[in-house]
């Protein structure tokens, strides 16, 4: 299967709202989760100014003919540091294949696409967060655990 990676822009804004929210409902079912109003507009506020600033970079896998699979990276800047002396952080998100074209190198292209993105624009500071079921899936790529990360919950 020959995988095909597509970076999208401004024109895709609807393709890639409704590949968001397919994401969205994968990751986090109706059923468990509530949805605040608004979380569509949102995101699409946000793909639109992100997207027209050059801080988000998203694309769409293709094989057999359709979209198969997407991903997405903000890029923004911290306080340098010696691990990170140009401070520019690139933060891997929305990367989903359906089901039909899992392990199949989908995903794994997505990434690859992504962070020769970010590697492009001198950004070596690359990195994500991942559900339990997809720690393998990243550890195989190449990522390594953040262990001295912490959240503050909401």
Known sequence: MEIRIQKADLTD???????RMEVL????????????????EEN??????ALAAGTHIACF???????????GMCLYQEMPSPDNPGGWCAYIMNIYCRAAYREQGVGSSI??????????????????????S???????IGFLEMPDMMIMPG
């Open 61 to 71: 896998a293709h094989a057999d003919g359709e979209i198969v699979g997407c991903g």
């Open 25 to 40: 409902h994968e990751v986090f079912p109706s059923s468990e989760y509530f949805y605040p109003e608004g979380l569509e």
């Open 13 to 19: 804004l609807d393709l890639l709202m409704q590949w």
């Open 111 to 132: 990434i690859h696409w992504l962070s020769e993105q970010a590697k492009e624009r001198d950004i070596t500071k690359i990195y994500l967060e991942t559900s339990e």
């Open 134 to 140: 997809g720690r393998g899936f990243y550890d195989k």
């Open 44 to 49: 699409r506020s946000y793909y639109e100014k």
